[in-house]
């Protein structure tokens, strides 16, 4: 059903699939809603194979769902529309930085909340938690949905903990919110003392409230920098 309905070119075989099992377990979730089944699933490894399926989607009209999670869903924000396929980021599943001066930690949208706690503590820090997260569930998505955390004495506004973050546009363009936002890339800020803290920018507009809460309407965030304690 999927192939007879979408043409995937070359360079994007490698990560999609389209067998009809599959494809099937993404038309309901455990919240009880039912959604289409999609065209295909693309399983992304990299930046450029994530450019690469965004930039055929607006070329083709072709509508896609962000993925983060594992397991099961709840609350059928992952069921698609007509013509859709599904983008399953579980591969980008790196804890890129902790970094315990700044209290800041940068991971990518696989990464689940063990993974993420696992890797905060060998640093002396804890990322801030909602309550019992689900196993599997991608802790970049829950900051997203800003599921409130269990310590409001350091959630000062309703965004904490996030802070920066890296998304691919509907546009195909990569961009980055906060101080993020250059100059240089990641490494550079690093060695220029820049811990990507500071969730303002680029310039004076907060930019990344807009893609709080959008559930991937405006673009695919890749990674993101959170407050840790």
């Not at 983060?68 to 059928?76: I, M, Q």
């Not at 013509?83 to 990518?108: G, P, T």
């Amino acid at each position: 059903m999927g192939t007879a309905q979408i043409e995937i070119p070359p360079k994007l075989e490698a990560f999609c699939q389209v067998e009809e099992s599959l494809l099937r377990g993404y038309t309901r979730d455990d919240s009880g809603a039912r959604g289409e089944m999609p065209v295909a699933a693309f399983r992304p490894q990299t930046i450029g194979q994530l450019l690469d399926l965004v930039g055929h989607a607006r070329r083709t009209g072709l509508r896609l769902q962000p993925v983060s999670s594992t397991g099961t869903h709840h609350r059928g924000d992952t069921l698609c529309a007509t013509r859709s396929a599904i983008v399953d980021m579980s591969a980008f599943d790196e804890v890129v930085r902790c970094d315990r001066r700044n209290r800041v930690l940068l991971f990518e949208a696989g990464v689940a909340f063990d993974a993420l706690a696992n890797n905060a503590r060998a640093e002396g820090l804890r990322p801030m938690l909602p309550l019992c997260p689900r196993p599997g569930k991608s802790a970049l998505a829950a900051y997203l949905d800003r599921e409130p955390t269990i310590y409001p004495r350091f959630q000062w506004d309703i965004s904490d903990p996030l802070l920066c973050t890296e998304i691919v546009l509907g546009t195909g363009e990569l961009f980055r919110t906060g101080s993020a936002a250059g100059p240089g890339s990641l490494v550079q800020q690093w060695q220029a003392g820049d811990a990507q803290k500071n969730p303002m920018g680029p310039g004076p507009a907060d930019v990344m409230r807009i893609f709080q809460g959008a559930q991937g309407a405006f673009g695919i965030v890749t990674w993101c920098s959170t407050k840790a304690e």
